[in-house]
């Protein structure tokens, strides 16, 4: 397929990822941000994914780390059996998972701290369509007379913990992947929720500060 016939209509899209939250996060934001895609399926199991009748897609993004016993090896290639390409994106950016994920047919292997915008356009890239043809758009909804969301200062630790903890790992895998105690993990986030506290924009629950860090650009 052309360039050209790739770019005149829209490419089906969908999406693996067992956290919920993160997952209506990035389909909220390619409906609204990615409009050459059809976004035509979203599933946060590996079951609801293949059992869709909008399965198989032309293009599948799977999350590297699911809870399902299925390992990314069989779910690359199964897709790839069915006719999708297949980017896999993940918070465990290492060269053994990155490896594994190119080694059984994916297409790119990407990090979940790059912006959703980068990882669109490399998305486009893998189907031939050029990058940055889509213009991105705000998409989040401004509270009422506001004209921005007042954005606290957060430290490199506390910015790295928000993205880590916002993206589905625990405060124990926080902990793991920085290389710090579980303590200082703990206390990254503990002071990312009183600092967004500060700005009247609330993070108590993990599902708000999942809010707070995609309103900001943190989440991806």
Same mark, same amino acid.
């Given at each position: ?5 790739? %770019? ?18 990035? +389909? ?24 869709? !009748?909008?399965?198989? %897609?032309?293009?599948?993004?799977? !999350?590297?780390? $699911?809870?399902?016993? &299925?390992?990314?090896?069989?779910? *690359? ?8 390409? &297949? =980017?896999?994106? +993940? ?11 190119? /080694? ?16 669109? !356009?490399? =998305? ?13 758009? /705000? ?8 004209? +921005? ?20 790992? +625990? %405060?124990?895998? *926080? ?8 303590? %200082?993990?703990?206390?990254?986030? @503990?002071?990312? @929720? ?21 309103? !900001?650009?943190? $989440?991806?």
């Amino acid at each position: 397929m052309s360039i050209r016939e790739t %770019t005149s209509r829209r490419i089906r899209l969908a999406i693996l990822d067992d956290h919920e939250m993160l997952l209506d996060t990035m +389909s909220s934001w390619i409906k609204a941000n990615a409009t050459d895609f059809d976004l035509a399926l979203s599933a946060a199991s590996w079951v609801d994914l293949v059992h869709s !009748d909008n399965f198989p %897609t032309e293009l599948v993004l799977i !999350d590297f780390q $699911l809870r399902e016993h &299925v390992s990314i090896e069989a779910r *690359v290639r199964t897709c790839r059996a069915a006719g999708a390409k &297949v =980017v896999v994106i +993940s918070s465990l950016d290492t060269r053994e998972a990155r490896q594994r994920a190119l /080694d059984a047919g994916a297409s790119a292997f990407l990090s979940k701290s790059l912006p959703m915008v980068e990882i669109m !356009d490399e =998305v486009r890239a893998v189907m031939g369509a050029p990058r940055g043809s889509q213009p991105p758009r /705000d998409w989040r909804p401004l509270p009422s007379g506001a004209t +921005s969301y007042p954005r606290p200062k957060l430290s490199a630790g506390e910015t790295e913990a928000l993205r880590l903890y916002a993206s589905g790992s +625990s %405060t124990t895998e *926080v902990a793991r992947e920085m290389n710090v105690q579980y303590e %200082t993990a703990k206390t990254y986030i @503990r002071r990312v @929720r009183e600092k967004y506290a500060k700005v009247n924009r609330p993070a108590g629950k993990k599902a708000d500060l999942i809010r707070r860090a995609a309103e !900001d650009g943190y $989440l991806l």
